[in-house]
């Protein structure tokens, strides 16, 4: 009964070479977020959506993008990933409106850049 | 500028032991405050709220405005409670919800 799934769970790809990470849930939230994990580091949030409605946060770098072609998925692609770019990419759903929501968090992709 | 700070990074109690997770807060405002735990293997996963202001597997959390602290209290710590612990707030929330986290602290219960 996995609420958010996160696909790949392990991911490798080059320096400067484009790489999707996806996220679908079977919650139905209105919201999507993406949050960046570095080691040892607090999880950082990066953009979400509330519906349709992109939201970036002002220091999430141009080089992250993300989209969300329907309520249940949501994607991150990182255009020109660097070294500096390898972490623990997590995406968490939350209800939207009059909160606090708990937000329900997938497991989380690693991104390896070599 | 909204912050939240975990001053340790690990911690380690005997069984039975009383457990304390320090949280302290910067945010100028009404925050709400949240506690997520991340198990061995599993994913990060809310533990309580101060909103709700409830027990949640033996650990409670205060909301001190004046100290700006929410610290996570347990009387008598379980092996099981071994685990990652993240402090967050958020602004009140009336459309999506900005977490800001804690670094963490890594609580480990020593039989």
């Known amino acids: 009964d996995a609420m958010v799934i996160q696909n790949p769970r392990y991911q490798v790809t080059q320096f400067g070479k484009p790489v999707t990470l996806s996220c679908s849930q079977t919650?139905?939230?209105?919201?999507m977020y993406w949050y960046q994990q570095k080691s040892s580091q607090a999880p950082k949030l990066l953009f979400h959506?509330?519906?349709?409605?992109?939201?970036n946060e002002a220091d999430t770098p141009d080089n992250f993008q993300s989209r969300r072609p329907n309520t249940s998925f949501c994607f991150l692609d990182i255009r020109s990933p660097g070294l500096g770019d390898a972490a623990m990419y997590l995406c968490?759903?939350?209800?939207?409106?009059?909160?606090?929501?708990?937000?329900?968090f997938g497991p989380g992709t690693r991104l390896t850049v070599t | 500028a909204q912050r939240v700070t975990q001053p340790e990074k690990l911690l380690s109690v005997f069984k039975g032991a009383p457990v304390e997770l320090k949280c302290n807060y910067s945010y100028s405002g009404s925050p709400e405050l949240f506690w997520y735990v991340q198990y061995s293997r599993q994913r990060l996963q809310l533990l309580l709220r101060h909103i709700s202001r409830e027990s949640i597997k033996g650990f409670t959390a205060d909301l001190n405005k004046g100290e700006t602290s929410f610290h996570l209290k347990k009387p008598f710590a379980q092996e099981e409670d071994s685990a990652m612990y993240y402090c967050?707030?958020?602004?009140?929330?009336?459309?999506?919800?900005?977490?800001?986290f804690g670094q963490g602290t890594r609580l480990t219960i020593n039989p």
């Open positions: 968490a759903t939350s209800r939207g409106g009059v909160g606090p929501y708990e937000q329900y």
């Open positions: 919650l139905n939230h209105n919201v």
């Open positions: 967050a707030l958020s602004g009140p929330q009336t459309g999506a919800q900005k977490l800001v």
């Open positions: 959506y509330y519906d349709k409605d992109f939201n």
